[in-house]
Nanobody
Framework: QVHLVESGGGLVQPGGSLRRSCAFS????????IGWFRQVPEKDREGVAC????????????HYATSVKGRFAISRDNVRHTMYHQMNSLKPEDSAVYYC????????????????WGQGTQVTVSS
């Protein structure tokens, strides 16, 4: 059983930055990817930034949604059992509830029945 707890989020001005974290406990297979997803009302959950490599020094298998490329970055610290989400140059359209997750992914699409999720945190980009 994997347990994920998110921190960070809240209100940030357009153009600002935010760094969020997700602490995970329990066994995570080296075959499992980690990722950040977001959802706005009446829309499907969107994969924002995912990485398949368990090597914290590798970008192998990283995938970013087109709308966030060059602005968002995902990383992990295996010693602290934590993943991070650096969000730069934030835009109002980035406002959403953000979730961290681990599981079997194809790029940033979750294979049903394989994932564990954080509790979700609201990020609002507004002046």
């Amino acid at each position: 059983q994997v347990h994920l707890v998110e921190s960070g989020g809240g209100l940030v001005q357009p153009g600002g930055s935010l760094r969020r974290s997700c602490a995970f406990s329990g066994f995570i297979s080296d075959y499992y990817a980690i990722g950040w997803f977001r959802q706005v009302p009446e829309k499907d959950r969107e994969g924002v930034a995912c990485i398949s490599s368990s090597d914290e020094n590798s970008d192998l298998g990283s995938h970013y949604a087109t709308s966030v490329k060059g602005r968002f970055a995902i990383s992990r610290d295996n010693v602290r059992h934590t993943m991070y989400h650096q969000m730069n140059s934030l835009k109002p359209e980035d406002s959403a509830v953000y979730y961290c997750a681990t599981g079997l992914f194809v790029d940033c699409t979750v294979v049903p029945g394989t994932s564990s999720w954080g509790q979700g945190t609201q990020v609002t980009v507004s002046s």
